[in-house]
């Protein structure tokens, strides 16, 4: 079984024939694609397609969520086949507020460099949804279509020539009983309503942990349906691109053996929670894993999770290393984490969300700017009559992305 | 020629010793006791004055104190420009590390002279000032003295050459979290980690885990049915429009709100404003997120003597643990001078 991603690398961005790429340059059809999204779920009543370069002076706001374009041009199973994919390019969806916990992107200027998205190509779709849809399907709504979109801008790869491929090589590499054994633990989101992840269609509310071949994953196995925090929400993006699934493979039979991943989710139930940590204990001890790294999203209550893992695998004997965003306040002061645990001693830190940024006005928004003020790491009073915005960076898509796709990190003086 | 003002207190600064504890803040010309010592260790430091005060006098009224300090470097400095101040070493005394730590801060914060002081690491005055003031480590009584001046002395000449202190010069930890750009992304930096733990090497975790402030519960109440109880939620259930602008994520605030003539919230009367959840279910009926309507059937059948007339409420998504700790130090006083003997805590 192999996995090839064939990229189609996107150096130019207009309105043009809908998905023809040729030599860099990407037309997008954007009333076309608007006619599309609108004429196949009533929920949503308008979209305006927007396309943005790195280093406009653009402000995207409430952003939801970010995906790649894919095609599957060979194969039908996840994790196996060949994968046409637009590279350094994303559609992002956005509009008014669903739930308090969207966010923002600046294409230029500080607020530019926290967020990954800054330096991609964006196909932004901005959806008005009908009126008295409950926050749920309004959610469900824009994820929707954002697939959907994504589909669109990807059907015609196939046609067009690709720059650059890889083979994802996994189960065929050599493993060596030298090298230490390293699994992969990747807890997602997973606490309901606003708060899901969808692992091959299913809410990873049940049906996980469970064990994966990691090219399943980073292909498109995994959709982010859920609304917190800009900061440390994995995006449909991130999780296509998982930064440690990627860093596990490149070492793998060199370095290391990568195991496999357990994917394992975040109930809202204390004894859920518990049965939860110990079964991806369970699968990744099964696995003969000499050391696992532990990535994380959201935070709060699976800070719980967070230290049950932990704690589990220090039983077994499994060293670990953990992943996670801190929210120490916005003086560094207060302690960053809702739980702790003595065996956690070896954490990766992607940054204190809490810190406060001040963003410049730019001259174009997208999206409904006074929605700031209510999104979480805004405040009343956080919009200036010119546009000109301070929030935390809690607020800012991905800027403490606890997969470690980022360089932000914290450290105490 | 870096021109420095010391402050010591009456022992050190040879005025006697605690039977001259009371003595107010007298600014003396030169240096005195470890001055000396301090201006032998780097002949680059000038001491131009001392300032030097009675432990008593200045923990009796440290706020005055401090001022008369401040006003009297000020004057100092009018006459002789001083580039630093320092204070100390002060060890694990009490009363001298306070006054120390209190002094540099203000002279810092209000003349923006720039100051040091060295503390034992447990002197209660370093969890007080470590966050603002330049806080040497120095053990815990005068027997390291010589092992102070040093460190302070070359944290003189570090400090005025504009570098910045660090751990490696004393200094102790300010305490506070800080964002930077590492190098590597969080993944790399990760799996790196990883390795170099299978392979036994050392490693420095990026966020040391705090020590937890467990508070143990009150003892139960032995008559619920004559108690006072208040109710509390950090669910963000607020008055329709959000009056006090509570944020959805890292509350800064925490709202006072009378339930006296309610006998249950409505949806017209009340909303949720917290960020981490799907606030459809609180807002349909508040009362599950903040249960009026069964504390009041709980009043009316007499389990609880009766519910007092006002709630307060905050948002816990994201919220500090130092702002949280804020809230239920200004609450508490409130609720115990109104008599109120139980709270019923909910959260989300």
């Known amino acids: 079984m192999t996995l090839r991603f064939e990229s189609c690398t996107v150096r130019s961005l207009a309105e043009g024939a809908m998905g023809q790429f040729e030599r860099g340059h990407l037309h997008v059809d954007t009333e076309g694609l608007a006619r599309a999204l609108t004429a196949r779920d009533a929920r949503v009543v308008e979209v305006a397609v927007n396309l943005v370069r790195p280093g406009d002076a653009t402000r995207i706001v409430c952003c939801k969520d970010v995906i790649q374009p894919r095609l599957k041009v060979r194969g039908d199973d996840p994790g196996e086949g060949v994968v046409r994919l637009l590279d350094n390019l994303a559609v992002v969806t956005c509009g008014p507020i669903v739930g308090f916990q969207e966010g923002i992107i600046d294409m230029s200027g500080p607020g530019a460099a926290y967020t990954p998205f800054s330096e991609l190509f964006l196909i932004v779709l901005e959806v008005d949804v009908a009126e008295g849809l409950a926050s749920h399907e309004h959610e469900a709504a824009l994820r929707e279509a954002g697939l959907h979109a994504a589909r669109l801008i990807a059907e015609h790869l196939e046609g067009y020539q690709a720059d650059s491929e890889e083979d994802l090589l996994w189960d065929e590499q050599p493993v060596s009983p030298t090298l230490p054994r390293f699994a992969y633990v990747d807890l997602m989101l997973s606490q309901g309503l606003l708060h899901d992840t969808w692992v091959l269609g299913e809410n990873a509310v049940s049906g996980l942990p469970r064990i994966f071949d990691p090219r399943v994953l980073l292909d498109d196995a995994v959709v982010s349906g859920n609304c917190v925090s800009a900061c440390d929400k994995n995006t449909t993006y991130h999780h296509q691109n998982n930064p440690v699934i990627r860093e596990l493979l490149r070492g793998h039979g060199r370095r290391w053996n990568f195991v496999g991943v357990v994917a394992t989710n975040c109930p809202t139930r204390l004894a859920e929670k518990a049965r939860s940590a110990e079964t991806a204990v369970a699968l990744a001890r099964g696995l003969e894993a000499d050391g696992a790294i532990i990535s994380k999203e959201g935070f709060g209550n699976p800070d719980a999770d967070l230290m049950m893992l932990i704690r589990g695998f220090a039983r077994e004997g499994i060293q670990t290393v953990a992943i996670t965003d801190e929210f120490a306040g916005r003086d560094g ?64 898509m991905g800027a403490t992305n606890e997969l470690g796709f980022s360089r932000l990190s914290c450290r105490g003086i | 020629m870096t021109r420095v003002l010391h402050y010591l207190n009456q022992f050190f600064g040879g005025l006697g010793g605690e039977e001259a504890a009371g003595t ?88 923006g002279i720039p100051t040091l002081t060295a503390l034992y690491p447990e002197n209660a005055a370093v969890e007080v000032y470590r966050r603002q003031v330049t806080i040497l480590a120095a053990t815990d009584d005068v027997m390291g003295m010589a092992e102070a001046l040093e460190t302070m002395a070359r944290a003189v000449s570090k400090r005025m050459t504009g570098r910045p202190l660090g751990p490696e ?97 409505t949806p017209a009367s009340h909303q949720s404003v917290h960020g981490g959840y799907d606030p459809t279910y609180a807002n349909a009926d508040p009362n599950r997120v903040l249960p009026l309507d069964a504390a009041r059937s709980l009043e009316r059948e007499g389990h609880i003597g009766r519910l007092f007339e006002t709630y307060y409420a905050t948002v816990g998504n994201a919220t500090s643990v130092d702002q949280a700790r804020r809230f239920g130090t200004e609450i508490a006083p409130l609720l115990v001078n109104e008599g109120v003997q139980a709270v019923v805590l909910t959260s989300t």
Request: proline letters at 8%; one cysteine or more.
């Open chain 1, 333 to 396: 002061g207060s302690q960053s984490l809702a739980d702790t645990t003595p065996e956690a001693n070896a954490v990766i830190s992607t940054g204190n969300a809490n810190q406060l940024v001040q963003l410049p006005p730019m001259s174009t928004t997208i999206g409904p700017l006074p929605d700031v003020t209510r999104l979480a790491g805004g405040y009343a009073g956080c919009l200036g009559d010119d546009g000109s915005l301070e929030v935390e960076l809690q607020a800012i």
């Open chain 2, 24 to 111: 107010p803040l007298t600014l003396l010309e030169g240096a005195r006791g470890p001055g000396n010592a301090l201006m032998r260790l780097d002949p680059e430091i000038e001491i131009v004055a001392t300032l030097v005060g009675g432990d008593n006098y200045l923990a009796e009224h440290l706020e005055t104190a401090v001022d008369e300090a401040v006003a009297l470097v000020a004057e100092q400095h009018a006459a002789v420009p001083v580039d630093m101040l320092i204070a100390g070493p002060a060890f694990n005394a009490g009363r001298y590390g306070m006054a120390c730590a209190g002094i540099c801060a203000a002279v810092e914060n209000r003349l």
């Open chain 2, 169 to 265: 010069d004393g200094l102790l930890p300010k305490g506070i979290r800080e964002n930077y750009i590492a190098s590597r992304t969080g993944a790399e930096r990760a799996v790196e980690m990883l390795l170099t733990r299978i392979k036994g090497g050392s490693i420095t975790t990026e966020y040391p885990m705090p020590e937890f402030d467990r508070v143990p519960p009150a003892p139960p109440i032995e008559d619920a049915s004559n108690a006072v109880i208040a109710l509390i939620t950090s669910g963000g259930i607020v008055p329709k429009g959000n009056p006090d602008h509570i944020e959805s994520a890292s509350a800064s605030r925490c709202g006072a709100y009378s339930i006296a003539d309610l006998d249950r919230l």
